[in-house]
């Protein structure tokens, strides 16, 4: 059953400290994107990559936030330093292209983030 | 930035009942998907729509990408309590950029 893989599900972080949120794409995916979600502002693309390259972080706040692909299973996400705004849910989703139509985004379960 | 307007923003309906939605934009998109997101956990693909004018369906569910490639709707025949949840459309420009941008949602209750 291929899936987008997230850890940690949760997150409690004190104001100030390092976050790093995993994700594991489905494998043969080569695009994975990075969401925020809060209730004000629903679903936010932080960024996204193809092919373990950025395409588009323009989302991002750049001066405390940092994405990655190290290799092609592993997505990062990292906050540096937390703060209590960053309070949301972070989904990892992945997809393939090109095909023949678009790209079909598949999520993972998420990361709830909580900064006190 | 890109804008997509989804309404409504909530509905509460009777088991049986049909639903409608529909997400409108002021740019054109060349793929809608739509998605439905429970609680705890993420947004799942329900149907992707890739050509102007198209209809696609899911079991229970319809949906149409829109003639001027600015709209797309979303159709859920007799309504049951497990389709409860936020139903979120997403439009993709296409060529080279793969960004989804989202709607806001739509929150469905499904009274028994």
């Known amino acids: 059953d291929a899936r987008v893989t997230q850890t940690p599900r949760d997150k409690v972080t004190e104001m100030g400290q390092e976050v790093t949120m995993r994700c594991q794409p489905i494998l043969g995916h080569n695009t994975v994107f990075w969401y925020r979600q809060t209730m004000m502002q629903g679903l936010e693309l932080l960024a996204y990559f193809r092919n373990r390259a950025p395409l588009d972080d323009s989302g991002m706040p750049k001066d405390r936030f940092s994405a990655e692909m190290p290799d092609a299973t592993l997505a990062t996400l990292k906050i540096q330093p937390s703060e209590p705004r960053d309070s949301a849910v972070y989904f990892c989703?992945?997809?393939?292209?090109?095909?023949?139509?678009?790209?079909?985004?598949?999520f993972g379960q998420g990361t709830r983030l909580t900064v006190v | 930035g890109q804008q997509l307007n989804q309404s409504p923003q909530s509905m509460f309906i009777q088991e049986g009942e049909d639903v409608s939605m529909n997400c409108t934009s002021s740019?054109?998109?060349?793929?809608w998907l739509w998605y439905k997101q429970e609680p705890g956990e993420g947004p799942v693909l329900l149907i992707a729509?890739?050509?102007?004018?198209e209809l696609t369906s899911n079991g229970r569910l319809t949906a149409q990408f829109g003639i001027t490639r600015k709209d797309s709707f979303l159709n859920i025949s007799a309504s049951i309590p497990s389709d409860v949840g936020i139903y979120f459309c997403?439009?993709?420009?296409?060529?080279?950029?793969?960004?989804?941008?989202f709607g806001k949602g739509t929150l469905l209750t499904v009274n028994p």
């Open positions: 729509l890739y050509k102007a004018g």
């Open positions: 997403a439009g993709q420009r296409g060529g080279s950029n793969y960004k989804l941008t």
């Open positions: 740019s054109i998109f060349n793929t």
């Open positions: 989703a992945s997809g393939l292209v090109p095909t023949p139509g678009g790209t079909e985004a598949f």
